[in-house]
């Protein structure tokens, strides 16, 4: 239709007056209410023209006599004569009429009711047949689906309700796979399903999910099950975010657990607390805006559901979506959230999708989503046949990423020739955009160098295996190190295998040390445990291939150990070159993008060329001219270059910066704008082509790789990107408080917390130097004090500090304050350490630090300010030295305390050592300020010397200086035991772990400068010393030449330097100051004689039975700050009955029992730490040190020394060592059954007095 608007030009106000002014005089006074009722205010529509000067408007007047309105109202109109006039309003028209009586009557009677009606029916009426809502698209713009797609960065939370019984078959929970596809965060299931299969059933069972079943009642503090599971080393919370398993929370009771259904009422008293908890946990875990809460509605019974639903749209708002089959089920629901005003009308339209069967419900959600894998997992058997690994169990095995034979075998791929062209460009160009390598860039045969050392890694891995090939071996990526990480490796080690398994091939991509080191203890543990219960010969168990960054590749490596540098040779640089000319030809035939834009991949091309990355890197930031782009691409760069671990980052993480100019803006999706899910903008799909270079994308970031991430291509590039923005006016560490500062931590969530770990790993980490030796700080904390100062980085740890209130980052800043000699700032964050985790050990450690640092510097500063040959000393000086190593020493021995009931991976003995060499500085300052060092000696181990130079002390100082020699003795002798009587479990690899010889170096050092202050050069001693003091003395001679254990006399060059200690101990043994060193030292001599093969005749066999009785006798009622184990362990091994010694003197069975069960005591209280360990496999573990063998008298007793192993290997698997001939012909063999799970031993052993009598032996290690 063709025509033209013309618009009238008048006064708008003008207009409305006369047109209600006409309305007032046409229609009388009773009705005028009700007409202005009906008739609408009119509107003024602009008319436009390019041609117009003046403004028109075309006028538009609705009249609406609707009859909830109007009724049987009849409405009169004036003409100008003032006759009222009939207007009948009908389908032709208006058509006044004159009134007459006749009418008027005919109208009121009959016609008027006839034509209210039938308005009224009209009115009622659908104007037009309404169209069928897509409910296909609404979903899609509910769920975030773009371009048909769900949004990688959403993390979806199901809540089920409960479902008809009718309704629980395999076909219609076939309708539920979807939920795989969906990968939610976590299920919320309210339907208790007993005696019948439900959702989580289905899953589990038809379609081999592996599930982390859980119920309210974890969350919920008060309960059981979270006190008990905090009893664990992990948290559990801190567990359930790393694991891959999805949390399955049973809300409604679950048969399983014994937790029944409740009535509404009940679980508003019971579970409603710990469901609350969940949903917090929840809401605190996902950013805003990136939830995508789904309400399925299976049924109507969902009365405790409904009680839950407000909590969690309160939480979730505009990030929840109810999808059920009809309004039948939903009203209820809708009415009662309606009434209490959770939601309105409005988002119950927008945010719900009623009316789609399961069935589609299942095809849309399927079609949105991304694929799982489709074929099956085949590995390897002992026989050289692949075997079938089962969906389910491979998603059990959750901590391995287990490579199978088939793993990129995808017949969507394999059938389809140009399908498979297309994937193999796509992941080349993104492995050489710097994407991670994947299994397919290993399947396509020229994606991936051959690097020239490894044939050399090769032949290790084949020799470690035992000659046989790797390609017959599994392949395992290990994400975490537990125990039940072991316990999978077993299970697959023993998947389908009935006897011999081969060995598996562990990878482990830059694990944490210690983890490794615990792992490595465990796997050792089961494979003593293994090769004891096997029927053959167990040459090799598992084999763990390391692969370890270090930004400084140390000078010397171990034999095992195989360095790859960021350098090529021309053979491997050939290769690139080739390849490029090959990526060159694939982008001039349209296959492929320019390899200009795949960094990596040239970064590798130059050799590692500094220049090209340097100048490639300024390139691509000056073509970024977003500010929000720079500030995300300096923040990512900053955080990959001090962090060489730094993982890909979540998106999400950065929504605050990158959407902050929109703040408030609602961005919807689809075609329907009332449809559109309110989420943030997706503003990582629009970003620049210039940053997207720069950038790398990962399927998997966050603690249990749940969420898309990004980081930059690769860390050297990171490094110069950040170079480009550190210029002048910023400086490091501006731009690390400008990104403390930032929105990023406005909130606190699972993404900004992954970003806010990698800053705390920034402030701790410590990397190693080429010698192995960890450096002082963190990278960045060296930056800043290399290039600004000491303020600038205490600023920055500060600055974390509030931010996370992480002790560790405490303990950083008190160690850096130690740095700069800032003593009272160092103490106040030391002990602020100790205050928000005073059970860490290694926190006190920091804190005795503090004290040990102060008194070195003030020993420096006097040392070299002071006249040596002065004799007079400054008591001044003297008093604040003192003090200072009080402080020092006793936070030592707290660190020491604590360290012994600690039940983490890592063994700290550091408190011992500080304890001692603080003594050591304190004795050596003392001397430098004036004391003799034969007055100091004579002041410290006689009790009643007090020398009048040393009388200004107070009777505290006294009494500390004399108590030294005591603490000296008992601390050392604590770390002689922990080295000689425990053996370490753990890895030791030259520049992995730490080296034990360096201990035992450390020690010897320590002894040497004791033995200053505490020991006697020479053996005589004068006639007029009081018998007291020459036993001291002579024990004193003992410990300054080596005598405090066997193996510190085995260690003793000359067998004859032994007979003076011989002498030295008689005499004390003899006298009446002995005391249970002398016994004990005399015994071990005596043993250490017999090893060395050197023959005496000062004490007999007899004698020596005796000895080891009193000793027992002695220990037992002794006092002693720290007991002799050698008394329980003589004890036995002299009194034990044997054929031999049927006619010795020895104890009886009863006493032998006691002393065991003392002994075990004894052991315990000096090494409490294993007692909590006593059930694990890792850690350390008491060493067998004797034997009871054949012969007679002294031959009973067998040292491992005495013993040759001719396979020279720590352990034989198969336990074939106990079959060689030295170990047949020299033991003692005692009959007995295994009992308690192989840990200990019950025999029968015949006592003097003639018969049988059981006895129970624990073994070393479980059989």
């Not at 006190?227 to 080393?233: A, F, I, L, P, Q």
């Not at 001090?642 to 979540?650: A, E, G, R």
């Not at 290399?786 to 500090?801: H, R, S, T």
């Not at 890895?987 to 034990?996: A, G, L």
Request: with cysteine; aromatic share 10%; proline share 4%.
């Amino acid at each position: 239709m063709e025509g033209v608007v013309k618009g009238l030009c008048l006064s708008r106000h003008e207009c409305i007056r006369l047109i209600n002014s006409k309305i007032l005089q046409q229609f009388y006074n009773d009705q005028h209410t009700l007409v202005f009722k009906c008739i609408r205010p009119p509107k003024f529509i602009d008319v436009s023209s390019k041609d117009a000067t003046v403004q028109t408007y075309v006028i538009e007047v609705d009249i609406v006599p609707k009859f909830d309105l109007v009724g049987e109202e009849a409405f009169f109109v004036k003409e100008t004569s003032g006759h009222p006039v009939l207007y009948l309003f009908n389908e032709n028209g208006i058509s006044p009429q004159h009134i007459t009586e006749d009418k008027v009557r005919t109208y009121i009677t009959k016609n008027r009711s006839l034509l209210s009606e039938c308005r009224k029916r009209e009115e009622n009426m659908p104007k037009c047949i309404p169209l069928k809502e897509d409910l296909r698209q609404k979903m899609l713009n509910l769920l975030g689906a773009n371009n048909d797609h769900m949004p990688k960065d959403s993390c979806p939370l199901v809540f089920l309700s409960p479902m008809y019984p009718s309704r629980c078959t395999d076909d219609e929970l076939h309708n539920f796979e979807f939920l795989i596809e969906l990968d939610p965060s976590a299920f919320f299931d309210f339907d208790f399903s007993k005696d019948r299969k439900g959702v989580n059933y289905y899953l589990e069972t038809c379609k081999n999910q592996a599930l982390n079943t859980l119920t309210t009642d974890n969350f919920c503090p008060q309960s059981f099950e979270q006190y008990s599971t905090k009893e664990n080393t992990f948290n559990w919370v801190e567990e359930m975010r790393q694991s891959k398993l999805k949390p399955w929370i049973f809300c409604n009771g679950y048969e399983a657990m014994s937790k029944s259904q409740m009535s509404k009422k009940e679980w508003k008293f019971t579970s409603s607390k710990g469901f609350k908890e969940a949903i917090r946990f929840y809401r605190g875990e996902i950013p805003v805006g990136r939830a995508l809460v789904i309400f399925l509605l299976c049924s109507n019974q969902y009365d405790v559901l409904l009680e839950a639903a407000e909590e969690v749209i309160l939480n979730f708002k505009n990030e929840w979506v109810v999808i059920a089959e009809n309004h039948a089920i939903t009203d209820q629901w809708f009415a009662e959230l309606i009434r209490r005003e959770t939601i309105d009308k409005e988002e119950m339209e927008k945010r719900s999708v009623i009316g789609m069967n399961w069935g589609h419900v299942n095809q849309t959600i399927k079609q949105i989503s991304s694929p799982q894998r489709s074929h099956c997992c085949e590995i390897p058997t002992s026989i050289g046949v692949y075997c079938h690994l089962p969906e389910k169990k491979r998603n059990e095995l959750h901590d391995l990423d287990i490579l199978s034979r088939n793993e990129c075998d995808d017949p969507a791929f394999l059938k389809d020739t140009v399908k498979l062209e297309e994937k193999q460009i796509k992941v080349s160009e993104d492995y050489y955009h710097g994407a991670a390598i994947s299994w397919w860039n290993f399947w396509f045969s020229d994606h991936v160098v051959t690097r020239d050392v490894h044939q050399k890694l090769e032949i290790m891995l084949r020799d470690a295996l035992d000659g046989k090939n790797t390609d017959d071996e599994n392949r395992i990526g290990l994400i975490t190190t537990t125990e039940q990480t072991v316990d999978q490796i077993i299970e697959l080690r023993n998947f389908d295998e009935k006897d011999d398994p081969k060995p598996l091939l562990l990878l482990i991509d830059n694990g944490e040390e210690d983890k490794i080191s615990d792992l490595f203890s465990i796997l050792q543990n089961k494979a003593k445990i293994a090769a004891r219960r096997s029927n053959s010969e167990i040459k090799v168990f598992c084999v763990l291939l390391l692969c370890i960054r270090r930004a400084i590749i140390p000078t010397q490596l171990d034999q095992g150990s195989i360095a790859l540098k960021h350098f090529l040779s021309q053979k491997e640089l050939f290769w690139f070159q080739t390849k490029r000319k090959s990526l060159n030809e694939n982008y001039n035939d349209q296959k492929g993008i320019h390899p200009k834009y795949l960094i990596s991949f040239n970064i590798l091309t130059e050799n590692f060329n500094q220049k090209y990355i340097r100048s490639t890197a300024k390139e691509f930031v000056e073509a970024v001219d977003d500010l929000d782009e720079r500030r995300l691409l300096k923040y990512l760069s900053l955080l990959q270059m001090f962090d060489s671990d730094c993982p890909p980052l979540p998106t999400s993480a950065f929504d605050p910066i990158m959407i902050s100019y929109k703040k408030g803006l609602k961005v919807t999706y689809g075609l329907v704008r009332n449809h559109g899910r309110q989420i943030f903008n997706s503003w990582d799909t629009k970003i620049s082509d210039t940053l997207q270079l720069l950038l790398n994308r990962s399927s998997q970031a966050g603690l249990a790789k749940q969420l898309s991430g990004l980081s930059i291509i690769h860390p050297l590039f990171a490094k110069e990107i950040f170079s480009c923005f550190k210029r002048q006016p910023q400086c490091t560490s501006q731009i690390v408080l400008e990104l403390l500062n930032s929105p990023l931590f406005s909130s606190c969530n699972m993404s900004s917390n992954e970003v806010l770990r990698v800053v705390q790993n920034m402030m701790k980490k410590r990397e190693e130097n080429e010698m192995s030796i960890k450096m002082k700080f963190s990278r960045l904390i060296m930056k800043v004090l290399e290039e600004e100062n000491d303020l600038k980085a205490a600023e920055i740890l500060i600055k974390v500090f509030q931010m996370t209130k992480d002790a560790m980052v405490c303990q950083q800043i008190a160690r850096l304050y130690i740095h700069c000699q800032k003593w009272e700032s160092a103490v106040k964050y030391a002990r602020t350490a100790t205050e928000i985790k005073p059970q860490s050990s290694f926190l006190w450690d920091t804190y005795g630090q503090v004290y040990m640092k102060q008194l070195l510097a003030k020993y420096l500063t006097i040392s070299q300010s002071c006249d040596t040959s002065s004799s007079s000393m400054n008591a001044t000086d003297v008093i604040n030295a003192i003090d200072i190593a009080k402080m020092g020493i006793e936070k030592f021995q707290k660190e020491q305390e604590l360290s012994e009931y600690e039940t983490s991976r890592t063994y700290n003995d550091a408190g011992y050592y500080g304890e001692l060499r603080m003594i050591i500085l304190l004795l050596d300052m003392l001397r430098t300020l004036g004391c003799p060092k034969e007055l100091l000696r004579k002041y410290l181990t006689v009790p009643t010397c007090l020398p009048p130079e040393m009388s200004y002390l107070n009777q505290v100082s006294v009494e500390f200086l004399k108590g030294l020699e005591e603490n000296a003795e008992v601390t050392l002798r604590t770390i002689e035991e922990k080295l000689t009587q425990l053996k370490d479990g753990t890895y030791n690899s030259v520049h992995v772990f730490v080296n034990p010889m360096i201990i035992k170096n450390a020690v010897g050092n320590i002894k040497f400068n004791l033995n200053t202050y505490f020991g006697e050069e020479g053996a005589l001693i004068g006639a007029d010393v009081p018998e007291r003091e020459k036993a001291d003395l002579r024990r004193r001679y003992i410990r300054s030449n080596g005598g405090r254990s066997l193996f510190n006399y085995l260690r003793i060059d000359d067998a004859k330097d032994l007979y003076p200690i011989l002498d030295m101990l008689l005499q004390n043994v003899l006298s009446d100051n002995l005391e249970i060193f002398d016994i004990v030292n005399l015994i071990t001599v005596v043993i250490a004689l017999k090893i060395k093969k050197e023959k005496h005749t000062k004490i007999s066999y007899n004698e020596l039975v005796r000895l080891s009785r009193k000793c027992y006798e002695k220990v037992i009622s002794s006092k002693e700050r720290r007991q002799y184990l050698e008394a329980y362990m003589y004890l036995v091994l002299f009194n034990w009955p044997t054929e031999s010694r049927s006619k010795d003197i020895i104890c009886s069975i009863d006493q032998l029992r006691d002393a065991t069960k003392r002994w075990k005591e004894a052991f315990y209280e000096n090494h409490p730490r294993l007692k909590e360990l006593a059930n694990k496999s890792h850690g350390k573990k008491e060493t067998t040190i004797f034997f009871l063998g054949k012969g007679i008298e002294m031959d009973t007793i067998v040292h491992y020394e005495e013993l040759g192993d001719p396979y020279n290997r720590r352990f034989i698997k198969g336990d074939k060592i106990w079959e060689t001939p030295d170990f047949v012909t020299k033991l003692l063999r005692i009959q007995g059954t295994l009992i308690n799970e192989g840990t200990e031993v019950s025999c029968n052993i015949t006592p003097l007095t003639g018969g049988l009598t059981p006895f129970v032996v624990p073994t070393s290690l479980q059989i």
